[in-house]
């Protein structure tokens, strides 16, 4: 300990003495000049070596020896955002011991309210201090490319059961058959009533943009069918987290709860497939052809998306078989693979969702019977705690 100290006031002390010395070496080049050339070359060299010595200075946000500086520039959002979780982990704990809260509102409707009440601090932090760079962003990439994937990692652990397995037709007719029904069947109405005129007239101006044409003036514009399917493909994704609660606490049927939540997990993928078709036909002339692009497209994101997923599954199952030496790694093949997969899926704009689905299930059936008891509660409740 005491040596680590010595190396931490020694860097402490460098960057002040390194800017003095640069300096003094720097007006001694210049003394030394035997010419007015040499000086100067010596002077720029001594200003260039106290100007580094300040800028390494500034870099630990102090001048000199400090017992404590405040570096709320370079740890400010860190510090937010850690404290932010410990204050969701602390409210979560405390719902459940609240006299009659948890008794008249479901967990998942608290965690909503709490959620606003955090985006409201957080607006109000950023309103009052103009430099919002230390509060967290909360993007899309984020959402679906970091906190997504755990959520959807541990939803398919839990899908592999047998009840899931008896109603897995029932599931696919109301995840695929039903959810392209509710699209088509909104977004079609949606359609018929614009055309009648029930919404009025839409105005677009410049900076709102359009993405048929160019426009100087607002012009209005009339709704497409193309515009009104985009919309219902992003409302027809239900996630009912409050329903599936509800269910858990009273013990429903398990073939019920498992039909209820395959099928949400599996609208979501779907409802993603079909947005994301709607969008790349929407400035573009649609025929037959581009019809039939799009249903193949469709069952490609699918399929292809789930097909990643399972060999990536299959590859970790296999390497299990041989981790009798090193159990240690088990759990980060699992993390590793499963995010590989949805990674593989995206980069090919293959459905990265139905990629970990299918891992999941491959995983839950193969490589957890050859995982240590150790790592199978690892990947258990480290996947529970990175979904919550």
Known sequence: RLCLLGVLGLLLLATPLGGETGGQQGQAGGNQGGNGTGRHQGETEGQQSETGGHQGGDGGAHHGVTLASWRWDIYGASFLCTVMLILCVLVKIGFHHIPYVSKFLPESCFLILLGIA????????????????????????LFFNVLLPPIILDSSFALYDRDFLCNFRSVVTFAVVGTIFNIFAIGYS?????????FGDFMVNPEMGCYTKEIQHEVPHKLTAVETLIFSSLISAVDPVAVLAIFEEIKVNTGLYFLVFGESLFNDGVTVVLYNTMIGIADIEIGVPEILL????????????????VVSGGIVSFITTKTQSSREIEPLLVFAFGYLAFIIAELVHWSGIISIIGFGLVVKRYAMTNMSQKSYTTVKYATKTLAA
């Open 190 to 198: 949606l359609y018929g009533l614009a055309y009648l005129g029930a």
């Open 118 to 141: 955090l985006a409201g601090i957080s607006y109000t932090g950023i309103r009052i201090d103009k430099c919002d760079s230390q509060f967290p962003k909360f993007t899309a990439g």
């Open 294 to 309: 799009a249903v193949l497209s469709f069952f490609f994101v699918v399929f292809g998306g789930f097909l990643i997923g």
